[in-house]
């Protein structure tokens, strides 16, 4: 069983015959939401098929049936402050937030399309209508163009389209694995993420020529770089220590590493003046000066919520003294375990016989 993570039709969960190879469909994404996908489905001890679907909540299916039909267990909604409501027909507020140059709106989507909007009127624009998944969404220096990852076409691939309404999206790079991008430097230059079996996770680098080349690529594993203001510098996460850890280091070949945190950090944001770095510990956001080419100081905790999503889910106005972050609702926040007794037999009576009952 595998899950074909893209919108409409051919999303959703799927069973692959292991002797005629044949692929079948059990679930199909919502193709009335369009860029949206069905979660991975899971296997469940009594032989049922367990899932998430957006517009019907928990569902769960008997394994192998003629004819495939989902049955609700349960239904939820999370909300978060900034409110889910406003772009849930386009996407999921989940992911990356990224500010625009004129710090009037920002970029949000995850696991569907990508959703500008503007800060004053908190109204939404979807910037890409396609077929597929996008994310990772990036304001070009222009603040009229979005980079962005999609996975239209074949793998994960860098495309760039313009923010007014009908824009034509545009390839930017494919490679032979998946990329993502990062970060989108002043000059237009853009970092980029690829996997790779012998280096694990990478930083590359593709100047505004369309010339490409590693960035940071080690035996460990490298993610989130993104270029300075004054894209002289970049700073990311790798793993090199045992956990992830936040590095700067100048573009010039051959630069050592600075190590900015210990105890654990991803998400490196620098302030926009270049003074500061920001990042991520867990559900906190530390920021640290930087000076020449030095740091000034130890990280110190700025923000702290036990609701802040993970990841890159916040961005820094210019005054540094405000941010945009994505949060949970505080109803959203599990504050405890519960334990579910003769859940098989719960499953086997709303939705008939698994494979081994």
């Known amino acids: ?44 001890a009594s032989g049922h098929l367990i899932l998430e679907r957006w517009d019907a909540g928990l569902q769960v299916i ?77 304001y070009a220096p222009d603040g009229r163009h979005v980079i962005y990852a999609s996975n239209r076409e074949e ?13 034509t999206p545009e390839l930017v790079l494919r490679r032979d694995r998946s990329i993502f991008p990062s970060s989108v430097g002043p000059g237009g230059g ?15 680098i593709r100047t505004p020529q369309g010339d490409v080349s590693p960035g940071v690529a080690t035996r460990a594993e490298e993610k989130d770089g993104v270029f300075s203001p004054d894209g ?24 050592a590493p600075i190590q900015v945190s210990t105890g654990g950090g991803d998400a490196p944001q620098w302030g926009p003046r270049g003074t500061t770095l920001y990042f ?13 080419g030095r740091l000034a100081g130890d990280p110190r905790i700025v923000f702290d919520a036990p609701n802040l999503l993970t990841w890159s889910s916040y961005a820094l106005f210019d005054d540094e003294t405000r941010m945009v972050a994505v949060q949970k609702d505080d109803a959203a926040i599990p504050d405890e375990i519960r334990i579910v007794t003769g859940f098989f037999d719960d499953i086997r009576r709303i939705a008939g016989p698994g494979s081994r009952s």
């Open 232 to 255: 002289t510098w970049i700073a990311y996460a790798s793993n090199e220590t045992g956990e992830f850890e936040v590095y700067m280091r100048p573009l010039a070949p051959g630069a």
């Open 190 to 204: 853009i970092l980029f993420g690829e996997a790779s079996p012998e280096t694990n996770g990478d930083i590359w």
């Open 1 to 44: 069983m595998f899950t074909a993570w893209v919108g409409g039709p051919n999303g959703g969960a799927r069973i692959l015959d292991l002797d005629t190879r044949k692929v079948r469909p059990i679930t199909a994404a919502q193709a009335d939401r369009a860029g949206s996908f069905t979660p991975p489905a899971r296997w469940s």
């Open 155 to 167: 793998r994960w691939a860098l495309w760039s389209v313009g923010t007014a309404p009908g824009s």
């Open 62 to 138: 008997p394994f192998d049936p003629d004819s495939p039909k989902p049955v609700s267990l349960a239904d939820g909604n999370v909300e978060p402050v900034v409110s889910q409501k406003d772009v849930d027909e386009y996407c999921s507020l989940g992911g990356r937030v990224t500010l625009s140059p004129d710090g009037e709106r920002v970029l949000v989507g995850n696991g569907g399309a990508i959703v500008e909007i503007d800060l004053e009127r908190p109204l939404p624009h979807r910037i890409t209508d396609e077929d597929g998944v996008t994310g990772n969404a990036f």
């Open 280 to 292: 991520r510990r867990e559900r906190k956001v530390l920021r640290v000066g930087f000076d020449h």
